[in-house]
């Protein structure tokens, strides 16, 4: 039995940062339940503690990435993480997510996240018009494994927030959108396999990453960008001796 | 531009790393064999000395790990550094000659 389920029926101290780039932590009190999510708390706080608090979250229930913030110091999806797995104390620290600017308490600004997928070329291009037969793709072939190890990506920013990379050169692409360009790299219906590699074969792309598998560890949905963005430096090392560069 | 020459200074980095790997593991092992029964430099310089073989293993040993280190050391700097890309750039080549003017220096005195 953790610290947390034998204070049931008491109380969790949240800190909240509040503010922007400058701000403080603010503690709230906020009722102990079972089951209770950081996104249940977080939503406690604003509807009954207090309304000014600005937070981002849409599905509830971790399909649609918004709402990714800094817990207890490190970046977690905050629908899917139950109180009692990171609060051992009674205590909890919320912050927005890593390497983002802040626009307002928890609700990071996602743009140079989203910036980096059209920098890193996360478009499909496709090869066939509508009135053409489907293609058909073998779902062993090992393209289309490689495809499926990284197609699930919600687009939440955690592995952004935890990437060293990131923190130190703003321009990296970091470690979504490789994996996406990965993704699209190996899918056989993209019609601009060279074009994506070319994307990520940048200053700041693919070769920037050093390995560290902080995205990797943090991903809430299982996935491993560090693996895309390795895939990605050898068909760009095989790519660039074949001269297609 | 400085795409293209990332995208070469890694491809040349990888490069040297295939050349390192089996180098780095003959050296070792010559060591190995190298330190039995006592090490002196009159038995090291017999076998190294007026052999092509050994010349030509060390000096694209000394090549392969300039190359490697400097392309490495620059990122490095890059990154953690509080200089600019012209200063990383220039230290990193600096290391460079320093390295194949050791190394070959080395490599002459040996063979």
Redesign the interface.
């Known amino acids: 039995m953790s610290a947390l389920e034998s204070l049931d029926g008491g109380e969790i101290a949240v800190a909240i940062w509040r503010g922007a780039a400058t701000g403080r932590f603010e503690t709230y009190r906020v009722p102990q339940r079972a089951n209770q999510t950081v996104l249940d708390v977080v939503t406690y706080v604003q509807r009954v503690l207090d309304p000014t608090l600005s937070y981002r979250f849409a599905c509830r229930v971790g399909v649609c990435g918004s709402c990714a913030m800094t817990v207890n110091g490190e970046p977690r999806w905050t629908c899917r993480t139950h109180v009692s797995r990171v609060c051992s104390d009674g205590r909890l620290e919320i912050a927005p997510l890593a390497n983002l600017p802040v626009i307002k308490d928890l609700a990071a600004d996602l743009a140079p996240f989203f910036d980096q997928w059209a920098a890193a070329k996360g478009r499909f291009t496709p090869t066939r018009t509508k009135a053409e037969p489907l293609a058909a793709v073998r779902p062993d072939s090992p393209a289309r494994q490689a495809v499926d190890a990284g197609i699930e990506c919600i687009g939440c920013a955690v592995c952004h927030a935890a990437c060293d990379v990131v923190a130190w050169n703003p321009d990296y692409l970091g470690p979504a959108p490789l994996n996406r360009a990965w993704t699209l790299v190996n899918d056989v219906r993209d019609g601009d396999r060279l074009g994506h590699l070319a994307a990520v074969a940048v200053d700041a792309g693919c070769h920037a990453c050093h390995s560290h598998q902080s995205c990797a560890s943090h991903c809430p949905v299982g996935l491993n960008p560090t693996r895309s963005i390795v895939g990605l430096k050898r068909a760009v090392f095989v790519a660039a001796l074949r001269g297609e560069l | 531009m400085?795409?293209r020459l990332?995208?070469?200074l890694?491809?040349l980095q990888?490069l040297t790393a295939m050349l390192l790997a089996p180098l780095v593991l003959l050296h070792l092992a010559t060591i190995i064999y190298a330190v039995r029964g006592g090490l002196t430099a009159a038995e090291i310089l017999g076998r190294t000395r007026g052999s092509l073989l050994w010349g030509g293993l060390y000096g694209l040993f000394v090549l392969a790990a300039a190359l490697h280190g400097a392309i490495g050391l620059r990122?490095v700097l890059r990154?953690m550094a509080p200089i600019n890309r012209r200063g990383s750039d220039l230290l990193a080549v600096v290391f460079l000659l320093l390295a194949l003017l050791l190394g070959f220096r080395a490599v002459g005195a040996l063979t």
Do not use: D, K, P
Request: no cysteine; proline share 0%.
């Open positions: 400085s795409g990332e995208l070469w890694f491809v990888r990122i990154e």
